[in-house]
């Protein structure tokens, strides 16, 4: 084997190994590129079967089709040397599946040529002795396409009637087809029946069932069924929303947003997708169904009141042959308005290719499809995250905002000060320019700093503020912030000289101490805090005394923010309070005082008076038009306390604005979306979590984040599966999760995933497998005194398993060692519900009275720990066991019982009521039975 074969075929073993996706597709090219270089047409045309399937499924269609008629030629010229299949390069029968349907994706190819390649591909069905259900789709999908849809049925129906082969559409992609053509033909209830069937089937395929599910969304609205619709989405889009090749399915899920109150995640959708319309230019079926369906979302953002919100990336210069050119990115309704002109353009061109009119019928169709409405509510994308000021149109509004913006802390301030400065009198540019010189310091900026300061103490000196443009002369940027060797010398020294001058002159210079002291890594300690904190109150104290309010106020918020950090939050909070209620103070101010209230009280754990404040505090920072990265750490602390404070529906969305806003600066918000994935998922929105956790993974796999930090978020990843009813996904997250904590060398939390694992497999009746990972958890931890209360949980939950399985013996020694791990560290709960497992084990075993008292001491337990609807269950199990052993008069009163203990628990008081009623008519006592059954609802 030569060196060129060597590598090559060394090659095709990678490509066969690598998922669809851009490494496969470089290491495709990679092996054409050496076939060709090599000279040798066997291996060129392994390389090319490949890259036929690797284009098909990246959506490359010109490549495709380049790439397989280069096979095709090959085959028919020497079909020995040239197999048609070719195991594992692929099957050009196969592959000629898909090329019919990629020339009728472009109105450019005639439908002389489709019907071309069509009958060709019959003829090289025939000839090879294939069946003819692989032809007959191809023939439906063309008919349908084209708008000839008598004709698309009666070959649907042939198709059916077709004995299947092994080129017939697979389970998923024939249902998921037929489903579509239901659905378009006015048939939604056959296209749910399919949907449903193929779901329920496990039917995949690669664009199943993300495909079929979006062909379901429109008729589950209209069939009144919105909780599937948006289980459908959420799944359909996570699936889909990866690959460029998918663009279709991604359009559908945008119609759906859009028509279901979901305007702002519609609007995100398309922004996210928008380059998703240049990825494949012979794709033109898919760019119009995706223009109508932005333009529905787009029309949608603009009826909820947001029409000139701004369409992020529609300035792209790629999509300028599509849209046209724009001065900056489109606003959503002038944008709307071409995009559908765009879609209207292609449209009559497939149908003067066509020549039907069935492409502008199924976009007038979308047109009123888009003034469809119904409510599904999604905890997703909302119009806070875009929020803008108002843009300043006079002279005394530029200053005004510039100024709001620098007290603010917004980085916005250093352009809107430059743009304001010739508009401002000389007070003004004297506040300017102090905010210009702090910020280009805080920077680093130094030589433009430097640069900026003559015109500075020129504003002094116009001001009247001769003593301080000298001050500022002498000391420079040194006022500023900025690092020098000797700094702090040459302060004291400038202030002890100082001690006769005007309150304010000295006011500064003891503030820049002291904040020269916040860089000191010397100064941290708690007494040199209040040190600084000191130093603070004195710079306010003569800023106050020489008449300037605003200086003395931030010297005022940083004694308190020092006076928190030495420990006393119940101090910084009384002066903060004072702050926050101070009369005559700017909103930014006051702004900044909030902030820091919230995180003081939040130290405190004050949590929810601390999101009151960090919500007042958002709404002024999107009101004055605050920078990006500003606004999400704003919204973090909001989120984080709402949090904390257990309001996870608020949490939610102040943790997708801080994360879209992070997005928007170009940084990375992973962790962001990792608690916004963790606030839906303590909502109970499981599904929703899915997404985003999902999309948290993926960030961490392709930053190679260390295994264990990948385990935590699958492991919240796995629990939305569960909570959102995915279980077989949940299995093998549980899975998942543990090895990787077993890559990250961390026993305990592998432990508890296998338990979870165990757990979950004996749910579903998988006792075997589920007794095998409940053994590794518990021998992982046993031993380990940090971990006794996962090592109580799994033995348990590994004594439930062997319960399922009747192994007793092994039932009562598991529990009996949990019951003793569960008194020893005083649980009393948890030695309660072990209590109640073991009378369900024991009445298993036939020994009642024991059962009977076992059950009535768990719910002793339960009481003891404060859940006396848990002692309710114990005492209805206990009644149970007893009618169980035909002796329903002892049984009364434990029914009696439960209903009392039933609380909040409509199903157990429910249940209670109905056996007892049936166990008092059995022992002749029809008068209590009746009055019992009184209570139930009718």
Known sequence: MTGYATRIRSLFDEIDRTPWGPAERSLVAEAVALAQESGDERLEYEARMRQTASANMGGDTDLMLTSFAWCLGHHDADPERFPAELEPAGDLMWHYKWMAGA??????????QITAVLDDMQTHYERAGHGMSGVLMARFEDAWSAGRLDEAAELRRRLEATPRDEYSHCDACTRSQFAGFFAETGDEAEAIRLVEELVEGGFTCGEEPEHALARSLLPYLHAGRPDEARTAHLRSYRLAKDNADNLSIVAKNIVFCAVTGNEARALALVERHLPWLTHDGLNASAHLEALAAFAVALDAVAAAGHPDAAVRGSDAEALVPLIGAHDGVWPAAELAARMWAAAES???????????DAQTAWLAGQRAVGAERYEVPISSHDF?????ASVPRTPAERVERALALDQLGSIAALEAIIDALDDADAEQRVALTHGQLGILVALARLEEAQAALPARIEALRQAGRTAQAELEERLGLLLFGADAEGAAETL??????????????????IATLAFLRLKDQAATEPD????????????????????????????RWLQADMTAASGDLDAAVELLDALVAQEGISDARRARALLLRARTRGGRGEYAQGAADADEATRIHLQLGADDALVSNVFFLAGALHEDAGAMGEAVSRYRVAAE?????????????????????????????????DQVLQEETAAEEPAGSRAITVGLLTRAFEQAGQFGNALGGWEFA??????????????????EHGRLLGRFGEIDDAIDSLTQAVELVRGDEEQVGLLADGLHTLAQAHQQRGDLEKVFALLDEAVELGRAHEAAWFVADVLDTRARALAAAERTDEAVATALQAADGFVQAGDATAAGRSEFVAARILVGAQRPADAVALYR????????????????ALELGDVLESLGRPAEAAEIRATLPT
């Open 103 to 112: 020339l009728r994706g472009s109105p450019e190819f005639s439908s002389e």
């Open 346 to 356: 292609i449209a009559q061109a497939f149908d003067a290719r066509n020549g039907t």
């Open 384 to 388: 806070a995250a875009r929020s803008t």
């Open 492 to 509: 004291q020294r400038t202030l002890d000289e100082l001690h006769d001058a005007p309150a304010g002159l000295r006011a500064d210079v």
């Open 528 to 555: 040199e805090r209040r040190r600084t904190a000191e130093l603070f109150s004195q710079a306010a104290a003569l800023f106050a005394e020489a008449g300037e309010p605003g200086f003395a106020y931030s010297q």
């Open 661 to 693: 806003r992070r997005e928007a600066t170009g940084a990375a918000a992973t962790d962001l979306r990792f608690r916004l994935g963790r606030a839906l998922l303590g909502a109970g929105l499981g599904e929703e979590a899915i997404e985003v956790l």
């Open 738 to 755: 543990a090895q990787l904590h077993e890559e990250a060398e961390e026993p305990a939390a592998r432990a508890y995933a296998l338990k």
């Open 897 to 912: 019982a439960a209903l009392e203990h039933a609380g909040d628990d409509e199903a157990l008081r429910q249940t209670a």
